[in-house]
């Protein structure tokens, strides 16, 4: 049974010296501008983590689940993933140096602006480098994906999971999706009610799409539907 590990916790252990993070739990992290040296993260599992201009030297990541993770604008420096499962997954203009993800299974996996990560021996399904490049088919298939994930969560981890993909879209200057105040009418403040499906679809146009019309067909991007062996 994996032990469950705050953010705050986590980063008190490292600075007191604890390196190894075996059968760990972590949720909704979100760090800025910090460097990681030597971290080995075995069998754990880190669900919607945002590091936010962090470097990591000599970190592994071995036999992990890591889904829908963010990491923006950092530097990777022998940074390793072995045997992990990586879903919905961004890493934007990141750094890659000696870096690879080894024996993985990546599957909706963003790639923007970060070269050098080898994924040669990983299975591969929907890797994006470009994301306007997506179809409104394949945004409707992600929303599906999301809303799947955020539906068995509670309301107080579905608000979390809200207020970080509006900070995503402040953060790429994007539009912000309308509230459903229909289903939310009692609320005095639409922000405060749960992600719904509408909302979800319209974040991931206004991310994936910017100012483009979400209804123009898309050409396909560079990697096919199927697995990469």
């Known amino acids: 049974m994996q032990e469950i590990i705050t953010q705050k916790q ?37 669900m919607f983590p ?3 201009n962090c470097s990591f030297k000599a970190c592994t990541f071995d036999q992990c689940t890591i889904y829908s993770g963010s990491f ?4 990777a420096d022998t940074m390793i993933f072995d045997k992990c499962d990586i879903e919905l997954t961004l890493f934007d203009n990141y750094q890659f140096f000696k870096s690879a993800m080894k024996r993985s299974n990546l599957r909706w996996f963003g790639l923007i602006s970060s070269p050098g990560l080898d994924m040669s021996s990983s ?12 179809s409104a088919e394949e945004i409707e298939e ?10 068995r969560l509670d309301v107080g981890l579905r608000l979390k999971l809200k207020e970080i993909i509006r900070q995503d879209l402040n953060r790429y200057n994007l539009a ?29 146009e206004s991310f994936f799409y910017g100012s483009q019309n979400p209804s123009k067909p898309k050409t396909p ?9």
Do not use: W
Not at 72 to 75: D, K, L
Not at 123 to 134: A, G, M, R, Y
Not at 143 to 148: A, E, F, H, I, K
Not at 178 to 201: F, I, N, Q, R, V
């Open 10 to 46: 986590f980063l008190d252990l490292y600075k007191g010296g604890q390196r190894l993070f075996s059968d760990c739990l972590m949720q909704f992290f979100d760090i800025a501008d910090a460097t990681f040296e030597n971290i080995v993260f075995h069998n754990c599992k880190l």
């Open 50 to 52: 945002v590091f936010r």
């Open 72 to 75: 923006h604008t950092g530097r």
């Open 123 to 134: 299975s591969q399904f929907k890797i994006i480098t470009d994301p306007s490049k997506l």
């Open 142 to 151: 992600l929303t599906r994906m999301v809303m799947g994930t955020v539906e």
């Open 176 to 204: 912000q999706p309308e509230e459903k105040k229909d289903k939310y009418a009692s609320h005095a403040d639409y922000s405060d009610a749960p992600l719904t499906y509408g909302e979800a679809k319209g974040m991931l």
């Open 221 to 229: 991007y560079e990697t096919t539907g199927g697995y990469k062996k």
